[in-house]
Every structure is written in structure tokens, then in C-alpha cells.
């Protein structure tokens, strides 16, 4: 056993024993993000606990505890500094204490966007890449970007983990975090049912009838021909192509690592951006590799490794 | 003196001398982009021949010759890496044997824009500030980033200057970089004329009886009144609030310097940008400064020292 990992997300937290490149064992349990974070620890302790004693493993075998967190982390004091709705006393907790009387080990932690770029980077789709863009497409889109072996940070910890954020329409919907046009609020799943009730023909489609509207719904009505879910689909494709598009403007990588529930839907995504990308994206060294990440939900955990031995830091 | 400097643009090169944090003397020279880079080279010799006699220097009291360039430029290797219809004989040159062989002394060059934020960070706008973006409103849009010191390069040269580049309008007009809804493509000096003319009310304006548009013309319509005038003028405000938006979501800055000929009108951008920002970047962190470049064409020169000195080089 090389680490312990946490990857924590609003409903639920994983707990792993983790290898050089492997997930050793894990367990999943059920969190309350609104009732704060103060009260998973506990949960979280035990958790680890029983890990170890199934594995007959001690805390202290491993390089320490890599906490993946849903909200936006100081990676270099451990803290966290903004939330967003979930475990909003995160910012007033000192886990590196906790970990440190819970296991007598160091703990690091980073936001859970760059820990999945970490893992795919360390142990998936990325090895070998030094210049790599990844981008979650899910209920948000979250990201990350690692720029010449280096994870961007930015001064506030914001670099990098925005991608879901660059406006591609700008007179567009206003997005949750307060920019208007963002690509999540374009096209995600959390607006996906907006983004079908403003098309006109959608009440009177076949895909209305189907409620709650999901991508992987969207996608399979759009391969039957409906024309509502064709354009809704089309529509979307091309805001993740701009996205995209954006992303490797911004970061100049040689490799887009697609994350995501929507990628359930690869087989039509995948082409599509890859398209996309070689006929607009301005890179006239060459072609950008896109492909889907490949570590799925362990991705974060197996950022642990590169993450505590400060792999990607400069 | 401390070195000798060149800008170089697509139709004129300023030569200079430059100390510490100052232009001690320039000389701009006519020069043809479309005619290629070697025939340039000797008239740059001899400009230099003249300042450094003129001021009664020579070429071994300074630090080395930096050379800005309009263009894509790997300042490891010092070579032009892509041009833009301009210079195309760039690639094929040796600039480093061409410096040691008429001075005797190194060169070294990057990328205009990043030149430019360099001069503002070392002796301008910047100062001070290690997180800071630079956007340059002109024929197009060019820019540059410093995250945490650094002036970000990317694998292929390209990161952080293609702040123009980033789509804002995932379904908008085609941009020359080949990317679609480009903010250049949507609201700079060179799409103002397509821009105009998709205004249904422009051919019956006042604006259009005084062609040729620029920005300076559309404000001052703008300010009397003219109803097309606004219609556009807001129009492309916006465009430049969500690539602003965008650059911050991307690079994290505590400060964004705005400079480039359509800054003519600061009185009117500047305080809308400020706005725009304060209410649609998403930092929980504060506040985001907004200012004006304050080198003017002096920057990309006074790029010169910080950059032989590799001061924001890792």
C-alpha cells in the first residue's frame, strides 16, 4: 500500500487504499454535503479504519492521505478556501491536524478536477503527456490543465479548473457561478432541461415524453431521428466543441482527456470533438489527441500518488 | 544602455536602445511583412549601427539584442515557429547567427504580446503583480499571461496568447485563425466592417456616411446619440466582457491590463470592463484590478531586459 485517498463529492465520499497505479480496495459511503464537512470526518475515519484492518495494513505503510475535494483547495497550506453549497465549513477546518491525530500521517489535498488530471496523468489515458487538457462532462463541467509537466494552480487556485466556465455565447444564460454564456450553462447536464424547454418543438417531441430528460436519452432519441433531440444534441456538441476549442487555445496541449457521465455517450461525442477540434482549433504544429479518460471513478483516488510526492508541482 | 531592442510589425520595425526601465533612443523603420524576413534583416543592422554611433555605445555594452516578434516564436530555441501571412521566411532563419555575426552578442525573442506584458510588468501597468493577464484591443486581439511569475509558454509556444482566440459565440462568424466566434472575429478593428454591415440600421445611419469605421468613430457616434452606433458599441462591450471573463476563468489573475489601439477609448471600455467583471467573473477571492497599459509602444522594448534576464522564466 503506497497511500490512503479520499475523493469526496456531494453525496457521497470513496475511501481507497491505493498502489503505485492500482486501487488496492475502497469503499463507498453516503455524505450530507449540506450539513457540512465537519461531520464526515468521523465517518471517514472509521471508514479508513476498517480498510486497514481488512487489508492488515497500518495508516503509517503508506506516503500519507490524498484528500480529493469538490470545491476549490490551497494546495499549498491544505485548506480549503470556496464551496459551493456543499461542506461549506471546509474553509474553517484543519485537516491536516485531523489527519495527523486520526492517522499520524500527512495529508494533502486538491480540488477533485486536478486530482482526476493527476490519476489519468499517473496511471490512464494520459501517461506519457505532459501538456494535457482534461474536461469532466457531467451534472457541471469541471476541468484541469497541465501545462509543460506542470499542474496550473493560478495565485487563487483557480487556474486550470474553470474550463466549464469560458463563456462561448456571449449575450447566453446566466451560469450558477454568475458569467453569463459559460459552456456548463450551455450545455450540461444541470441545463439540460432548460435547454429543451426553450426549443419550440420540444413539448410536442417523443423526448418530452420521456422525462427526466439525460443526455443518454437525448442521444438515443437523436440516433432514432427525432428532430428535437437532433438539434438539442447538435446544438450542444457544438458548444463543447467551442469549449474545447477554447480550452486548447488557452492551454496549448498536445492531449483532451474526455471525463464524464456524459461520456457514456463516447462513441458519439468523441468523434465528433475530435472533428471539431482538427478543423478549428488553431494549432498549426499539429493535431491535438483527443480520447476519453480511462480510470472512471478512480481516477481521483489515483492522483494520491503524484499528488503527495508533488509529481506535477514545479 | 542595457540592450539593444526590436519590435518588429507587420509594416514597420522599431530599433532601439534601452537602460533599465527606459527607451534611451528608436528609430522606426518602414519595413514589407509580405517580402519576407531576410531582406528586413539588414536594415535593422544598419539602424542599429546608427543609434549605437549616434549615442556613442557599443553593441557589447549591453546585455544582448531582444527581438519581438509578430508572430509564434520558441523562445528556448529562439526560432519563428509560424507566421500569419507576414515574415514567411521566419521559420528558416538562423536570428541568433545573424545577431552574433553583426553585434557579437546573444539574442533572444518571444512573441509580441508576451514582449508586451513584460514591458508592463517590469517598468509599466504591472508592476508589482506576478497574476497578471494582458489583452490588446487593436487590428485584432492579441495577449499574453503571467500565472504565479511565470509567463506561461506551453508546449507549442502558444499558451496565454491567444487571448483573441477564445470562442465566445459557439455558432458566430468564422475568425481567421479558423475557429468559430472568435472575440477577434467578433468584435475587433478588423471584423468592424462586417460587423457594421449585418447592423440592419447601419446603411441608413450616420455612422455609415463616414466610413471607414473605426472604434474611435463608433464611440463618438455613440456618445451622440446614434442609435446603430450604440446598438454596436454595446455589442462589442459585451464580446470583450465575456473574453475578459474568459481570460480570468483561464489564467487566475489579480490584474488584467488592457492596451491596443482601440484603448483610444478607454474613457468608455475601461469603466465597463471594470463593471462587467466585478459582476460576471466568478472569484470568491475579490476583486479582479482592471487598467490600462501604460507603455503604449513602448512595451514590447521594455520586454527587452526582463527578457534576456529569463526574470519570469522558471
Not at 224 to 250: F, N, P, S, Y
Not at 251 to 262: A, H, M, S
Not at 290 to 303: F, K, P, R
Given at each position: 500500500?503506497?497511500?490512503?485517498?479520499?475523493?469526496?463529492?456531494?453525496?457521497?465520499?470513496?475511501?481507497?487504499?491505493?498502489?503505485?497505479?492500482?486501487?488496492?480496495?475502497?469503499?463507498?459511503?453516503?455524505?450530507?454535503?449540506?450539513?457540512?464537512?465537519?461531520?464526515?470526518?468521523?465517518?471517514?475515519?472509521?471508514?479508513?479504519?476498517?480498510?486497514?484492518?481488512q487489508s492488515r495494513m497500518s495508516?503509517?505503510?503508506?506516503?500519507?492521505?490524498?484528500?480529493?475535494?469538490?470545491?476549490?483547495?490551497?494546495?499549498?497550506?491544505?485548506?480549503?478556501?470556496?464551496?459551493?453549497?456543499?461542506?461549506?465549513?471546509?474553509?474553517?477546518?484543519?485537516?491536516?491536524?485531523?489527519?495527523?491525530e486520526s492517522f499520524g500521517i500527512t495529508?494533502?489535498?486538491?480540488?477533485?478536477?486536478?486530482?482526476?488530471?493527476?490519476?489519468?496523468?499517473?496511471?490512464?489515458?494520459?501517461?506519457?503527456?505532459?501538456?494535457?487538457?482534461?474536461?469532466?462532462?457531467?451534472?457541471?463541467?469541471?476541468?484541469?490543465?497541465?501545462?509543460?509537466?506542470?499542474?496550473?494552480?493560478?495565485?487563487?487556485?483557480?487556474?486550470?479548473?474553470?474550463?466549464?466556465?469560458?463563456?462561448?455565447?456571449?449575450?447566453?444564460?446566466?451560469?450558477?457561478?454568475?458569467?453569463?454564456?459559460?459552456?456548463?450553462?450551455?450545455?450540461?447536464?444541470?441545463?439540460?432541461?432548460?435547454?429543451?424547454?426553450?426549443?419550440?418543438?420540444?413539448?410536442?417531441?417523443?423526448?418530452?415524453?420521456?422525462?427526466?430528460?439525460?443526455?443518454?436519452?437525448?442521444?438515443?432519441?437523436?440516433?432514432?431521428?427525432?428532430?428535437?433531440?437532433?438539434?438539442?444534441?447538435?446544438?450542444?456538441?457544438?458548444?463543447?466543441?467551442?469549449?474545447?476549442?477554447?480550452?486548447?487555445?488557452?492551454?496549448?496541449?498536445?492531449?483532451?482527456?474526455?471525463?464524464?457521465?456524459?461520456?457514456?455517450?463516447?462513441?458519439?461525442?468523441?468523434?465528433?470533438?475530435?472533428?471539431?477540434?482538427?478543423?478549428?482549433?488553431?494549432?498549426?504544429?499539429?493535431?491535438?489527441?483527443?480520447?476519453?479518460?480511462?480510470?472512471?471513478?478512480?481516477?481521483?483516488?489515483?492522483?494520491?500518488?503524484?499528488?503527495?510526492?508533488?509529481?506535477?508541482?514545479?
Amino acid at each position: 500500500m503506497k497511500a490512503l485517498a479520499v475523493d469526496l463529492g456531494g453525496s457521497h465520499a470513496t475511501c481507497a487504499l491505493v498502489g503505485d497505479q492500482s486501487v488496492l480496495v475502497s469503499k463507498v459511503v453516503a455524505t450530507d454535503g449540506s450539513h457540512g464537512l465537519e461531520p464526515v470526518l468521523p465517518v471517514l475515519r472509521e471508514t479508513f479504519v476498517g480498510l486497514l484492518s481488512q487489508s492488515r495494513m497500518s495508516a503509517s505503510d503508506g506516503e500519507g492521505l490524498a484528500f480529493s475535494f469538490c470545491g476549490i483547495v490551497d494546495s499549498s497550506t491544505q485548506r480549503i478556501l470556496a464551496t459551493n453549497g456543499k461542506y461549506d465549513d471546509g474553509p474553517t477546518l484543519d485537516l491536516v491536524g485531523w489527519c495527523r491525530e486520526s492517522f499520524g500521517i500527512t495529508l494533502k489535498m486538491a480540488n477533485d478536477a486536478r486530482m482526476a488530471l493527476l490519476g489519468e496523468w499517473y496511471a490512464g489515458a494520459a501517461r506519457g503527456s505532459n501538456d494535457v487538457v482534461m474536461i469532466t462532462l457531467g451534472t457541471g463541467m469541471g476541468g484541469a490543465a497541465m501545462v509543460q509537466g506542470q499542474l496550473l494552480w493560478g495565485k487563487h487556485f483557480q487556474a486550470g479548473c474553470l474550463g466549464g466556465h469560458f463563456p462561448v455565447q456571449f449575450n447566453g444564460r446566466t451560469c450558477s457561478c454568475g458569467a453569463i454564456g459559460c459552456a456548463e450553462a450551455e450545455a450540461s447536464t444541470v441545463s439540460l432541461p432548460g435547454l429543451c424547454k426553450s426549443n419550440p418543438g420540444y413539448e410536442s417531441s417523443e423526448l418530452a415524453r420521456d422525462e427526466p430528460v439525460t443526455f443518454e436519452k437525448l442521444f438515443q432519441y437523436g440516433q432514432k431521428g427525432d428532430h428535437v433531440a437532433i438539434e438539442i444534441r447538435e446544438r450542444c456538441l457544438q458548444v463543447w466543441g467551442a469549449a474545447t476549442v477554447a480550452l486548447i487555445h488557452a492551454y496549448d496541449p498536445e492531449l483532451l482527456v474526455l471525463g464524464g457521465g456524459v461520456m457514456k455517450s463516447a462513441s458519439v461525442i468523441l468523434p465528433y470533438l475530435q472533428n471539431y477540434i482538427h478543423r478549428h482549433a488553431w494549432t498549426p504544429w499539429g493535431k491535438v489527441k483527443v480520447c476519453a479518460a480511462e480510470l472512471g471513478n478512480d481516477a481521483a483516488l489515483l492522483g494520491a500518488i503524484p499528488l503527495l510526492r508533488g509529481l506535477a508541482d514545479r
